[in-house]
């Protein structure tokens, strides 16, 4: 199975930085990857997929790049709201599976 | 409008059989994958498992097959997620979602609202 590595565990940054989350593929998933959001007591919410392809009301702040086995999500400039847990996913291969998850902090 | 809904929590004892469900509208409920995601207490997402409804292809990740049976049945476009004997370290949060067509298998677009499942003696 596709193992994802996702880094670094926490992130702890002010409103209006910049963050850089990682996820790194054990072999190649093609374009496939998709980033979640997951704030205490809710379920997840898709913000990207397909590596670069904003979900229907996603903020323009959140972008994704990457392609094979590594990918990056990238928040333009942070929110008090993007305080949050974000997975990375591929689909690109069964079984589908989750990296570990980034925690954003927002100082 | 699309929504995924699940049943409430449930509270059972070790070797005890349960079967949560996750009620889908909105949409053709036959043309788009449904999976299933567990969450420990504290911990990351894991993904058990998923169905197409449209022929009833199943997959499952190796770590939960031969544990849980995921099912649908699409007069009642509901899909299942079932254990024949509960184990304490089945106490998690379990979310279905709607993956993608046929072809494009799962990136989840539209989560439950999660089903608590504590197994405890």
């Known amino acids: 199975e596709i193992v994802l590595t996702q880094s670094p565990g926490t992130l702890s940054l002010s409103p209006g930085e910049r963050a850089t989350l990682s996820c790194r593929a054990s072999q190649s998933v093609s374009s496939y990857l998709a980033w979640y959001q997951q704030k205490p007591g809710q379920a997840p919410r898709l913000l990207i997929y397909e590596t670069s392809n904003r979900a229907t009301g996603i903020p323009a702040r959140f972008s994704g790049s990457g392609s094979g086995t590594d990918f990056t999500l990238t928040i333009s400039s942070l929110e008090p709201e993007d305080s949050a847990v974000y997975f990375c996913?591929?689909?690109?291969?069964?079984?589908?599976?989750f990296g570990g998850g980034t925690r954003v902090e927002i100082k | 409008e699309v929504q995924v809904v699940q049943s409430g929590a449930e509270v059972k004892k070790p070797r005890e059989s349960l079967k949560i469900s996750c009620k889908a509208s909105?949409?053709?409920?036959?043309?788009?994958?449904i999976g299933w995601v567990r969450q420990m207490p504290g911990k990351g997402l894991e993904w058990m498992g998923i169905?197409?409804?449209?022929?009833?292809?199943?997959r499952y990740s190796p770590s939960f097959q031969g544990r849980v049976t995921i099912s649908a049945d699409n007069s009642i476009t509901t899909a299942y997620l079932q254990w024949s004997s509960l184990k304490a370290s089945d106490t998690a949060m379990y979310y279905c979602?709607?993956?993608?067509?046929?072809?494009?298998?799962?990136?989840?677009?539209?989560w439950g609202q999660g089903t608590l499942v504590t197994v405890s003696s």
């Open positions: 909105g949409y053709s409920f036959t043309n788009y994958w």
């Open positions: 979602a709607r993956g993608g067509g046929r072809t494009e298998g799962g990136h989840f677009d539209f």
């Open positions: 996913q591929q689909r690109n291969t069964w079984p589908l599976t």
């Open positions: 169905i197409y409804p449209g022929d009833f292809d199943t």
